[in-house]
């Protein structure tokens, strides 16, 4: 057997010093869009009316953060409520906001819990009376 000399130890050396200086490129994964765990059709049961209906929220392309519910607060279908998503939270925005049934949202919040349940709380208008409202959403 061979044994190594001392140029040789000295370029083994540099040569392990230089391959593991050496950087890899890695990729940041692409954050995820919080939006997504809101997105879809949810069944809400609601204490005001005591009914059961359904809601779609879908994204709205116009900002990163924004989603469209419709049929919030059983307003009817093609109506539509413009919300932020924040994190595991949801809230009705632009303040006050008229719906194009002319009812008034004065507030609004939610929060996601898990990924298949939303808690509610909302004040609205429906151009009769104002009401204060809890409700339930459930992913379907």
Do not use: H
Not at 10 to 33: F, G, H, N, R
Not at 35 to 56: A, C, D, H, I, Q
Not at 73 to 79: K, T
Not at 81 to 105: D, F, H, K
Request: glycine content about 8%.
């Amino acid at each position: 057997m061979k044994k190594l000399t001392a140029a040789t130890w000295v370029v083994l050396m540099l040569l392990q010093i230089a391959l593991s200086s050496c950087q890899t490129e890695t990729t940041e994964p692409d954050p995820v869009d919080a939006r997504s765990n809101f997105m879809g059709t949810w069944t809400v049961n609601e204490n005001w009316t005591k009914l059961t209906y359904e809601v779609l929220i879908t994204s709205n392309s116009a900002t990163s953060d924004g989603v469209f519910i419709e049929n919030f607060a059983g307003s009817g279908a093609g109506v539509k409520t413009q919300a932020i998503v924040s994190g595991n939270n949801i809230t009705i925005s632009p303040l006050p906001q008229t719906l194009s049934n002319g009812w008034i949202i004065n507030s609004g919040s939610g929060g996601l819990q898990g990924t298949t349940k939303i808690n509610w709380n909302y004040v609205f208008n429906d151009l009769a009376n104002t009401y204060t409202a809890i409700a339930v959403y459930t992913k379907k």
